[in-house]
């Protein structure tokens, strides 16, 4: 989260225990959250799991079964899109094809009254934002893909909307200009202060996009919060296993005079007593701890330790700023870890018994 | 193995020029029954109504007051037909389009079944339902909405509604073609940049329909233009058109060479028309090229 961004207080858009059933299914169950202004936050999940349903419902396309939208603090459940000020650009961009650049960009202008003079000059003026200037003339399908995707923000952006929606905005761009138009559009949306909810199933784009991301799984909102929040307490095995690469741990807990262990076969997590992740465990049987790759040490001979475990190296593959290796675990589970020991690792070899160990700091703990 | 190799080798060019005397043998017959009996009778019948080279019918036909009323009246009734048909066709092909499955296979059924049955056995229907004893007719009555049969039959308005019914498949079909290729997704995009399903449609959907529009008029015009069995049932005398006037020529008056006139009249007409509804048409695709739809 910027600074800028908390200085523009004020709540954009609000969801309140929005669902849609579709006969028996739901499609979304109960999601709340909320969105501040100038904020940019990206639905991530997998297909099925509710981010384009709640997308459309935000557009106006679906009506909620149940559940408020509001918009500025107004109620627009139940008003039509097009009275909604929300602009949006299309997975496929849905640019008219019988209309000019610059009669597309200038199309929301045109709905809402704009004299034809000034709805071209603001028309031109967002053109140059995207850098499409002198493609004013042209129609939608004698641009390139990336080109016609900065069309479609222009067309979102320029009637300056409450809420501008993405759906999957990457989707339809080969490799390469993905990276490119992902910083871009960034740049693009804060420069003109929107505020953004995009809709994406690609974790890396919500990583560099966004300011806060939000999870979805099985039409329930998983977790929100900061990249920063999701990939440092993860609340699921879900959500640990989506954001960035994590290995779970499962495992048995058992109380003890100094705090709380939870062990499985070679390998234990210690927490100290009075850590508020030790008391939350008090009455759990079981647990899953969430370990990220970089933060397990390879140590050369196994010891007894609090938080350490032991295993085989499967793999060993070296990526020059650093080594990975698949760790197989006495129950056949496998670990990865990353090490930038560049020196240490390089006398370890496939086969070969190893010890981890980590700390008490390091570890996530998952209510099994 | 070689040989297979070998063939594959072989130019496009080369396989193309092998090909050419099988592909001609297989289209002579065809080829031989229209000359035989189309454009030799065509060619028959334009030197029919030229006698000796002399233009006297055409001069007749372009002097006489009553074949240019009846010119007139051919033009007038099928430019009516034409855009009542395409009126009623337009919302029809869009619920083929956008209605979903179970409307499609109800709709095209509808359209298709009339089309298989004789066109002079449809006309004679009409006759039934629309006389002063049809069943519109005392179905009105009944109901009590008016008192006395209102004169459908023998009507410029029974022409014309026997007309637009059977040149309605004709009119539907070309548009569907292009309403199912229209994505959605536009209209969605409409409303979200703040325009009314109203505004939506009138700049966005409907022109990208206008190809399919164009196509309609053409066939339901050129056609319109040369119906006989129709007019003739449903129409009375005074409503006559030139079809009807060129079977007169030939079956009553035996003036083969005014009827044959009359004929080349009809198709040149038909052929101009046909022409600038293409030259228009073409102009429109040219535009759409340009915009990169196929």
């Known amino acids: 989260m910027n600074a800028a961004l908390q200085n523009t207080a004020g709540t954009a858009m609000k969801l309140e225990g929005v669902s849609k059933l579709y006969g028996a299914v739901k499609a979304l169950d109960n999601v709340s959250f909320q969105l501040r202004k100038g904020e940019f936050l990206t639905m991530l999940g997998p297909s099925g799991s509710g981010k384009t349903t ?50 597309n960009i200038g199309y929301p202008l045109e709905t809402r009254g704009i004299k034809r003079a000034k709805r071209e000059k603001r028309s031109m003026e967002m053109l140059e934002i995207v850098g499409l200037a002198h493609c004013a003339k042209r129609y939608p399908k004698e641009m390139s893909g990336g080109q016609q995707q900065r069309v479609a923000l222009a067309r979102a952006l320029v009637f300056r909307p409450d809420i501008v929606l993405l759906d999957e905005p990457m989707a339809a761009l080969d490799k390469k200009l993905r990276g490119q138009m992902q910083i871009e559009i960034m740049h693009i949306t804060r420069q003109v202060g929107a505020t953004v909810v995009s809709v994406t199933h690609d974790q890396e784009e919500a990583l560099v996009m966004s300011d806060r991301i939000a999870i979805f799984k099985d039409g329930r909102l998983e977790q929100i919060g900061t990249p920063h929040e999701l990939y440092l307490q993860p609340r699921s095995e879900f959500v640990a296993d989506f954001i960035g690469e994590a290995n779970l741990l499962r495992g048995a807990v058992r109380s003890t005079s100094d705090g ?14 009075g850590d508020p992740r030790s008391e939350a465990l008090a009455k759990a049987q079981k647990a899953c701890v969430v370990l990220r790759p970089e933060r397990i040490h390879a140590v050369l001979a196994s010891r007894e330790a609090e938080n350490a475990g032991v295993g085989v190296i499967e793999d060993k593959i070296y990526l020059g700023v650093e080594y990975r290796l698949v760790v197989r675990m006495n129950d056949g589970g496998k670990v990865n870890l990353r090490s930038r020991d560049v020196a240490s690792i390089a006398s370890m070899n496939a086969g070969d018994r190893i010890g981890m160990a980590w700390t008490a700091d390091d570890i996530v703990v998952i209510h099994a | 193995m070689s040989v297979s190799t070998h063939d594959r080798s072989l130019p496009a060019k080369a396989m193309a020029s092998f090909r050419l005397p099988s592909a001609f043998w297989l289209i ?24 000796d080279g002399s233009t006297e019918y055409y001069h007749q036909i372009f ?65 039934v339902l629309l006389q002063n004893t049809g069943l519109i007719n005392n179905f009105l009555i009944a109901t009590g909405l008016i008192e006395r049969p209102i004169r459908l039959i023998r009507t410029p308005l029974g022409v014309i509604i026997g007309m637009v019914h059977i040149l309605l498949p004709y009119a539907v079909l070309p548009l569907y073609t292009v309403m199912k290729k229209i994505d959605l997704r536009l209209m969605e995009a ?22 399919g529009v164009m196509a309609s008029a053409i066939l339901a015009f050129t056609l319109a233009l040369g119906f006989y069995i129709t007019p003739a049932l449903l129409g009375s005398p005074r409503d006559m058109m030139i079809a009807q006037m060129i079977a007169g020529q030939f079956t009553e ?39 990169g739809e196929a």
């Open chain 1, 54 to 103: 709640s997308l459309r419902a935000i557009a106006g396309f679906i009506q909620p079964t149940a559940g408020r939208l509001l918009i500025d603090g107004r109620d627009m459940t139940g008003v039509p899109p097009q009275k909604r000020n929300i602009g949006m650009m299309f997975q496929d961009y849905a640019l008219f094809p019988h209309m000019t650049v610059l009669e």
């Open chain 2, 190 to 211: 409409s409303s979200i940049c703040g325009a009314s399903w109203l505004k939506g449609f009138a700049r966005i959907y409907f022109p990208l329909s206008l190809p």
């Open chain 2, 63 to 127: 002097t006489t007051p009553v074949f240019l009323r009846v010119i007139g009246e051919t033009f007038r009734v099928s430019l009516i037909v034409t855009v009542v048909t395409v009126a009623v066709a337009y919302p029809y092909a869009y619920a083929m389009a956008h209605g979903g499955r179970a409307v499609l296979l109800v709709l095209t059924v509808a359209l298709l079944i009339p089309f298989w049955v004789s066109l002079l056995l449809r006309s004679f229907s009409w006759i």
């Open chain 2, 28 to 51: 002579a017959p065809s080829i031989l029954f229209l000359a035989l009996f189309f454009v030799f009778p065509l060619l028959k019948l334009v030197a029919i109504s030229l006698p």
């Open chain 2, 253 to 291: 008056q035996l003036n083969f060479g005014l009827g044959a006139a009359l004929a080349v009249v009809l198709m040149v007409l038909t052929a101009v028309a046909f022409g600038l509804f293409g030259a228009a048409r073409t102009a429109l695709q040219k535009r759409d090229r340009r915009k």
């Open chain 1, 260 to 273: 709380t262990v939870v062990e499985g076969d070679g390998w234990k997590a210690c927490l100290p007593k």
